[in-house]
């Protein structure tokens, strides 16, 4: 079955940049029709969609944190990283690698998830 695995610093100061990393096993980042996506929960706060890397490497973000974010890819290692530039205690959250497919434009599902990791933004 396909799995991910987040992998990253749990800590992190105020103004760094956040580097997660997701490693998929049993499928491949690049099969067709999928896309690779970040997502984050804040302590009491629901669900936010981060952005996305397609299998051909296009990428999309959530307006609210686009100027931030940078998603990024190593085919080589089956890989795909978060960059969350300027960090603040409020990015500090659960933050989630899924992989994610398109029923029609604006829907999605997220059939497999890593575990989660927490990061804490803390000086």
């Known amino acids: 079955q396909v799995q991910l695995q987040e992998s990253g610093p749990g800590l992190v100061k105020p103004s760094q940049t956040l580097s997660l990393t997701c490693t998929v096993s049993?499928?491949?980042?690049?099969?067709?029709?999928?896309?690779w996506t970040w997502i984050r929960q804040p302590p009491g706060k629901e669900l936010e969609w981060i952005g996305s890397?397609?299998?051909?490497?296009?990428?999309n973000y959530s307006p609210s944190l686009k100027s931030r974010t940078s998603i990024s890819r190593d085919t080589s290692q089956n890989q795909f990283t978060l960059q969350l530039s300027s960090v603040m205690p409020e990015d500090t959250a659960v933050y989630y690698c899924?992989?994610?497919?398109?029923?029609?434009?604006?829907?999605?599902?997220?059939?497999?998830w890593g575990q989660g990791t927490q990061v804490t933004v803390s000086s």
């Open positions: 890397i397609g299998y051909s490497g296009s990428t």
């Open positions: 899924a992989r994610e497919g398109a029923i029609s434009y604006g829907a999605s599902y997220y059939d497999y």
């Open positions: 049993a499928a491949s980042i690049t099969t067709n029709a999928y896309y």
